[in-house]
């Protein structure tokens, strides 16, 4: 199974700030990587697919990097509806994994 | 609109089976596989496995094999994910899940279905 290992596991910041996720594949995957964003009690929200691919009606505040292993999210002014976990998760093979993920705090 | 509409809340005893359903609507069944993920409460996601609507066809995580039965039904556009043998590490938020848009992401989830196992 690919391992999919995400960091920070948390990160407190303020409104406005710039605010970088990043996950590592055990292997390599292309560009299949997908991150999405879970709220409290709510199912999770694709954001990017493909590794940089935004999803329809996804504000342009997100954009995803990266291929082979190494990938990153960066969301370039953060607001307060931002504030939530984000999870990667790897599309090249079965079983699908995910990244442990990472909870956005407010500072 | 595309939707996936999943059954209620379980509770469950232990050594039990659950059986939860994800209802389609919005698009053809049969053309987009149907996944399931596991989500413990305070913890990540899992995938649990996936079924082919167009002719049944089962790939499982290796954690669920032999527990898990995951099958769909196209005279009422509804998956189901069957869990059994069920202990206290199943209570659980279990999502439905398709890649409708992009087939190496998933686009449309359910609500999810809570599944408690408690003696």
């Known amino acids: 199974d690919i391992q999919m290992t995400q960091s920070p596991s948390s990160v407190s910041a303020s409104v406005g700030d710039r605010v970088t996720i990043t996950c590592r594949a055990s292997q390599g995957i292309s560009s299949w990587l997908a991150w999405y964003q879970q709220k409290p009690g709510k199912a999770p929200k694709l954001l990017i697919y493909?590794?940089?691919s935004l999803q329809s009606g996804v504000p342009s505040r997100f954009s995803g990097s990266g291929s082979g292993t190494d990938f990153t999210l960066t969301i370039s002014s953060l607001q307060p509806e931002d504030f939530a976990t984000y999870y990667c998760q790897q599309a090249n093979s079965f079983p699908r994994t995910f990244g442990g993920g990472t909870k956005v705090e407010i500072k | 609109e595309v939707q996936l509409v999943q059954s209620g809340a379980e509770v469950k005893k232990p050594g039990a089976t659950v059986k939860i359903s994800c209802k389609v609507s919005?698009?053809?069944?049969?053309?987009?596989?149907m996944h399931w993920v596991q989500q413990a409460p305070g913890k990540g996601l899992e995938w649990m496995g996936l079924v082919d609507p167009e002719d049944g066809e089962t790939i499982y995580a290796e954690k669920f094999q032999g527990r898990v039965t995951i099958t769909a039904d196209t005279s009422t556009d509804t998956a189901y994910m069957e869990l059994s043998s069920l202990r206290s590490e199943d209570t659980a938020v279990y999502y439905c899940a398709t890649a409708y848009f992009d087939p190496h992401a998933f686009d449309i989830w359910g609500q999810g279905t809570m599944v408690t196992v408690s003696s």
């Open positions: 919005g698009y053809t069944f049969t053309d987009y596989y």
């Open positions: 493909a590794a940089s």
